[in-house]
């Protein structure tokens, strides 16, 4: 056995199919492709599911239409009937009912429905009962009884983006009042910054009445240019835009 003389074992490895190479390469003039039609030609992108033009077997395959609810409790129907095997006075449990293939699972819970007569006496233990099957059990001197079912826990969920945030409690503080004894409040005191509002307010007033009216305003206004203009009056200095004499 010589290096140029290994081959792989006869079937593992087949030649590349050459197409478009004439009839002698065995594949004909066409390249196995047919004279026309769609698949002759070059530009040829069908889906996989594609079926001839007929409708596709995804599109007949029916679908999940409609609204079906997930938290939708299903009940094990049991009818009145069916309860006419046991004996009189006996107690009928949802475990007695399974070992009896009464249901199949429990579910939600069992329902009792009044479907049938009742002929025996008994004490039926269920989570639901129809006003016709109480009627007929407690007719038939029979109980029944309800399993009572505790409230689901939920999960807590965050609050909605949208919702405001709840407002907590203003709490007001009060402060503690001065002795009567004690004529002058304290420095931080509501009623010291009480008491110097009123004397910043009375301040404001006073200063408002001591201002000169508009004409007065005026002519203290007028006789202040004219000084101006003329220099002072002890001052000999001539007018600025009169000429010297």
Known sequence: MKLHELKPPPGSHHPRKR?????GSGHGKTATRGQKGQRARTSVNL??????G?????????KLRGFHNRWRKRFAVLNLTRLNRFENGAELQPESLLEAGLIKDVGAGIKILGTGDLRRK??????QFSAEARRKIEAAGGTAAVIEVPAP???KTKRAKNQPKPVAPVTVET?????????TPS???KKAKAEKGAVAEKGAVAEKR?????GQKGQKGGKDQAVRASGTEDSGKPDKGKKKS
């Open 122 to 127: 008994l004490v039926i233990h269920a989570h």
């Open 54 to 62: 007929q409708t596709r077997l995804t599109m007949r395959t029916p």
């Open 210 to 214: 001591e201002k000169p009216e508009k």
């Open 153 to 155: 826990i939920r999960p």
């Open 47 to 52: 889906p996989k599911t594609f079926e001839g």
């Open 175 to 183: 402060e503690p009042s001065a002795a009567e004894g004690d004529a």
């Open 19 to 23: 197409v478009g190479r004439g009839p």
């Open 187 to 189: 420095k931080g005191s």
